[in-house]
């Protein structure tokens, strides 16, 4: 029999990323080309935390998880496995702590599968939110530039050039790692405490890869219980209209696979997966 969960829409992108970044982030952050929106990120954070409490990120990018985290009193860790988004992180951090933020951050650079060991073990069970998102493959977003008469120019589009990287791993695997990491999560967990995680499909081959079912089913095998599963958007709220803020790469696989008769739409949210732990 089906279980019934709290479900909601989250308007969070009333404004562009770059808007939402501006003044708050270093420009330079802008290269990292699969950066949760930092609305999510200040609105999970606001949902299921407290002044006071840690939140923590494995797989924290350029530190959005942080950077909102702190900004709201609360202290936040971040795991980053390539050491460039590593120290691009903690410079956010530094620039949070110049404009007044209160709480405290730090980044650890690591696997975030190894989170149990890699945190202090003062922390251990602490912990009231775990907020990240996984890897959906090398080459994401980026940017590009346009020059009459010679395409378009891509740069910026691949985050890792490492094959140990968890974005160069198929399915299989990178279920696999989630497990672990999953795992992990519940370890540093205080009791009732929330793991939440963005999420979306991707496209494979002409297939739509579900990661956000089969991560539910990953998390419910970790030990924890699904608590809610919520979108987010990643298009506007205008009244009743949705207002697209697709990215080119986004719009170009839209167009190539009509062109190809697949009947297609640009994504326009990410489910927001968030599993409690048990007291």
Sequence with gaps: MPIDLPLSVWPTAQRTARAQRAGRYLDVSGVHPAKMLPAIAARAIATYTQPGDICLDPMCGVGTTLVEAVHQGRDAIGIEYEPRWAELAEANLTLARSQGATGHGEVLCGDGRS??????????????????????????????????????????????????NLAHVGLASLLDAMSTLLHGAAQVLRPGGIVAMTVRPWWHNGQLIDLPGALVEVGEAAGLVLYERNVVLLAALRDDTLVPRASFFGLDQVRKAR???ITRSVIAHEDLLTWWRRP
């Design 115 to 164: 989170l149990a060991s890699l945190v202090d073990p003062a922390v251990r069970g602490l912990v009231a939110l775990v907020l990240t998102s996984p890897p959906y493959g090398p080459s994401l977003h980026g940017r590009v530039t346009a020059t009459p008469g010679r395409g378009v120019k891509k740069e910026h589009h691949r985050y890792s050039t490492d094959p140990a």
């Design 259 to 261: 062109q190809h008769g």
